[in-house]
T-cell receptor, first 112, second 114 residues
């Protein structure tokens, strides 16, 4: 069953602009992760935020987590054409088994 | 070596065929996963192996049979599949331990069942 729900479902921006993607989930979690998938390829882990963290940065990525609202956001700053991909949030309830439940995904298009 | 490799990249099979998908990693990860992903959908977990033992089976039909012969290899044996089983099959691995939650994915096998 899917837990994460991202919005928007699709996002088109100009190169250099910032892209913000949101994810909501339903149950308590141990951590939330964001993955990127280029068309028809495997997923690449981007960033992980634990339930006791509120914000994390990694390069051009910033992720926030609000456990009271059961929501997370991923911000990609100064986007590039190479950022064009599908982005998934994935929730991990227990941590120990790391059983991920993926959201439906967001398709990001960055126009050169 | 920080890669998960999957073979074959593409597979076309008939409903009466038997085939196998292979996944390999040499990162010392002791958890390995099979996911199924339909077009424009998120990955859905099928099986999890921990220390080469099956720990999670997400009620997958018996025509899919996983096998973990050693800590580096994961196979998915396919028999009598249906056209609706056509999908991208992804393998992933993870280092075991509560601090290690990131999964490393292979590029997938694109399966078409005729």
């Amino acid at each position: 069953s899917q837990q994460g729900e991202e919005d928007p479902q699709a996002l088109s921006i100009q190169e250099g602009e910032n892209a913000t993607m949101n994810c909501s989930y339903k149950t308590s979690i141990n951590n939330l992760q964001w993955y990127r998938q280029n068309s028809g390829r495997g997923l690449v882990h981007l960033i992980l935020i634990r339930s006791n963290e509120r914000e994390k940065h990694s390069g051009r990525l910033r992720v926030t987590l609000d456990t009271s609202k059961k929501s997370s956001s991923l911000l990609i700053t100064a986007s590039r054409a190479a950022d064009t991909a599908s982005y998934f949030c994935a929730t991990d309830k227990t941590g120990a088994n790391s059983k991920l439940t993926f959201g439906k995904g967001i398709t990001l298009s960055v126009r050169p | 070596d920080t890669e998960v490799t999957q073979t074959p990249k593409h597979l076309v099979m008939g409903m009466t065929n038997k085939k196998s998908l292979k996944c390999e990693q040499h990162m010392g990860h002791r958890a390995m996963y099979w996911y199924k992903q339909k077009a424009k959908k998120p990955p859905e977990l099928m099986f999890v192996y921990s220390y080469e033992k099956l720990s999670i089976n997400e009620s997958v039909p018996s025509r899919f049979s996983p096998e973990c012969p050693n800590s580096s290899l994961l196979n998915l044996h396919l028999h009598a599949l249906q056209p609706e089983d056509s999908a991208l099959y992804l393998c992933a691995s993870r280092r075991l331990g509560i601090s290690y939650n990131e999964q490393f994915f292979g590029p997938g096998t694109r399966l078409t069942v005729l």
